[in-house]
């Protein structure tokens, strides 16, 4: 550990959206940080894929660096910063950095939803921090919120809305009933949505950080490939126009919950949300987490999920936190909580049939008599009781009519059972949609 | 300090609505909190004001005490935790125990107001931890967030609703037009008020509240009485429709602000909030935090800001902090970041005077023609620009009218002098109220 008086050297890995207001956070707020942490904090090396690519503002002379040796093998770099992204290399030089012994800061999900846990591990054994505040919220304070202030709940359950590039597409497909190929166009030509969005609207982008937030929450490992996981590109405007008919919103949700018998519910799905909830009021890249605890009751936390300023509040937290406790001996103490209740991998988590949920169904059908009364029995045979029915947008030139029909809390695998029996009916002409309704 | 297997001890000062959630938190989950800290957490002595009180459930034997030496005095026991309230003698108390080397948990927010910059400063002498997340959000996790994930922000603004009585009683007056007696009353008989129920409508307990969170986020010291109050009782339900009519909620507000000239705006008032701002949706005695950062741009947290179980999760969670961190050496890590920017007390909080806000202003004047021309050419001499007029309530029989004028941002020094000008006019009845409008 370097002397009370000496700088901290920062290692940084990659110089791109996040890493440039990283970068440019640790210069400007020099003097700040130094109040803030009683200690200088020095940006010694920053590596990148390619040195060549012109950057604004230019780094220092010296800095840049294309060899992940500059930072994992120079002893006087004290903490490794990684927004670089993906599993790998990301997760092998982390692993170096900390079996190195210094301090890390991340804010990728993808590797701490992989590797976690053995991250984690390693770290407590190094007795040296690895915080991770951006990889599940960006600069919404989730991460630390979990670790430390709502420690001694039981978490019941969270709620989330954590991609901005989804809410951002369903929130444009809301307002002016844009189809969702549109929106998704949209949403790409104004920088909210990568070339290929296949990891946002699917829904991975989420369950990596459901993974994360869940582990922390639950004290057992989440595993993201556990985690049920649709998009969102099913969702046709009439979905939205029927949902507020109803009373409701339709959100892309990443859900965890505590099951009564110790396993968790973990799922990312878009949902119905009653209209007056205040998830339903998260609107374009705004993100919120809602989470339920036994002490704490509901609480909510809503801000900006992404981009280069909020994430790098969330960066720079973690380092200047790093920075104040770096002289203090003992066990890690910001580590999170390791699992206590013996849980293997995965076999804690239940499966999306065992889900008790009201369900929002779309069908296209024949325009005649005696079709409700068919699915109706369906249903009924199933164990699936209906709340509401809503017979729509009749055609008379290919005489079918749309056919909404919402359902009492009912078994998931009763649902998608009955829902196969309705799909062979000869009067109906096809199941447009499901979507679980959330209260 | 204790040995690493022996169990820390906890001296609990207060056994009343909060402190008995806490002991009930303490034997209800004790293994939980040792598998959370690694360390066994017994409750060793409780201070009562009334050892004859039944309590329900009763504490163990032994525990129970009116000596305050029983604690302060007692070297077994390594954390105070003090729910009793009041400046003093819990000041007092709290010297004594961190004086004496003992870790302190508080959820006094009169006492971290008052006398929270000389606490803090002696737990950092004696290498002690002080927490008081409790203190200005209940079960909102606001403190914790300023104190680390939100570090290395500069915080722009916080603006808050921060007390559940008042926030309960507005939702009331909103909702079903309840005159404020009314209401209160109500919330008394609820159990959502005291019987004196200053602190809480007068904006007493919000600005405490608000010494502490301003403190924090903008690391230099806002004294409780700097903070302009203003209570809740002069809102009528007329100033609810007018308001509504306009677009606007009325919430009771506090509101810390940085001046570009390095001074605070501090202030605790009713004020008109756009319906569609999530301010405006935090209804009964559900409480919200804004802190707006030049990083993290708006995050918003929203949660119960008291009652027994919610400050319980917070002081809960501050035990198992502390418990944590226990056995770490080096200074104090969880302390808030000291005053770094040399402001003397007092000195930097603006003088409402100096605020520039827009208006909403009711009043009653005579039914003819040409009263709005002299109230208006009053406004215009005093550089105030009017947004909106609204003529209502014609009462025949006394022949007067309401007259609701909202403004476009204006000093508060200009629009006060204005008002006592337009109050002399043979015209005007009578200036009914004066409310910010918040955007
Ligand atoms: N962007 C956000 O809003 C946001 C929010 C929350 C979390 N995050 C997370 O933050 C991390 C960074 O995201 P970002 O948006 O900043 O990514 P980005 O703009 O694509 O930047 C990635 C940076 O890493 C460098 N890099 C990538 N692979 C490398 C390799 N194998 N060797 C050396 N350098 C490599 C790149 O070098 P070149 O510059 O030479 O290409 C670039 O500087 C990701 O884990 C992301 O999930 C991002
Ligand atoms: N209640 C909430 O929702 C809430 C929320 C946030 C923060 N807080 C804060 O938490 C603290 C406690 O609130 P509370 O609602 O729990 O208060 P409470 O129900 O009135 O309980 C106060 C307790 O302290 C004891 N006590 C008071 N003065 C004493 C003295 N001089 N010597 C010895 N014991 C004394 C009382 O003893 P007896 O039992 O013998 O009367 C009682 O057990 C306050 O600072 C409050 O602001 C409360």
Chains 1, 2 share one sequence.
Do not use: W
Request: with cysteine.
């Amino acid at each position: 550990m370097p002397g009370t008086m000496e700088p901290i050297n920062i290692g940084l890995m990659g110089l791109g959206t996040v890493g440039g207001g990283v970068a440019a956070a640790l210069s400007n707020n020099a003097e700040e940080i130094q109040r803030k942490t009683g200690r200088t904090v020095c940006l010694r090396r920053a590596l990148v894929r390619d040195a060549g690519k012109t950057r604004e503002p230019a780094p220092p002379a010296g800095v840049l660096t294309t060899n992940p040796e500059d930072i994992l093998a120079d002893p006087e770099i004290h903490v490794v910063v990684e927004v670089m992204g993906g599993d790998s290399p990301a997760g092998e030089y982390l692993e170096r950095a900390l079996a190195g012994g210094k301090h890390v800061v991340t804010a990728n999900k993808e590797v701490m939803a992989r590797r976690g846990a053995s991250l984690l591990a390693l770290a407590q054994s190094q007795s040296v921090n690895l915080l991770f505040e951006a990889s599940a919220g960006g600069g919404i304070p989730i991460v630390g919120c979990l670790m430390s202030q709502l420690l001694a709940n039981d978490i019941r359950s969270i709620r989330s809305i954590i991609n901005g590039t989804t809410n951002y597409i369903l929130t444009r497909m809301a307002r002016s009933q844009t189809p969702f190929a549109e929106a998704l166009s949209e949403a790409q030509s104004q920088g909210y949505a990568e070339a290929d969005p296949t990891n946002d609207v699917e829904g991975i982008d989420a369950a990596y950080k459901l993974s994360v937030l869940g582990s922390l929450a639950f004290h057992q490992s989440i595993p993201h490939e556990a985690i049920h996981t649709e998009g969102i590109s099913r969702l046709g405007p009439e979905d939205f126009r029927y949902a507020a008919e109803l009373g409701y919103a339709i959100k892309s949700l990443a859900i965890a919950a505590a099951q009564p018998d110790g396993t968790v519910q973990a799922r990312v799905h878009p949902a119905l949300v009653p209209e007056d909830h205040l998830l339903a009021k998260v609107d374009g890249v705004y993100n919120a987490v809602e989470v339920t605890g036994d002490l704490c009751g509901q609480i909510i936390l809503h801000g900006q999920g992404a981009g280069r300023d909020a994430t790098t509040s969330a960066v720079m937290g973690d380092i200047l936190n790093v920075v104040r406790f770096i002289d203090s001996a003992g066990p890690p103490p910001l580590l999170p909580v390791p699992n206590g209740r013996g849980h293997q991998v995965g076999n804690s988590i239940r499966p999306i049939d065992e889900l008790s949920s009201a369900y929002y169904l779309r069908l296209t059908c024949a325009d005649q008599a005696g079709v409700l009364a068919q699915i109706a029995r369906l249903l009924g045979d199933g164990n699936i009781s209906i709340a509401t029915v809503i017979q729509k947008d009749t055609d008379p030139g290919s005489g079918t009519a749309q056919l909404v029909i919402t359902t009492y809390p009912s078994r998931e695998a009763d649902v998608q059972t009955a829902l196969a029996a309705v799909a062979k009916l000869g009067v109906v002409v096809s199941v447009d949609n499901l979507i679980r309704i959330e209260q």
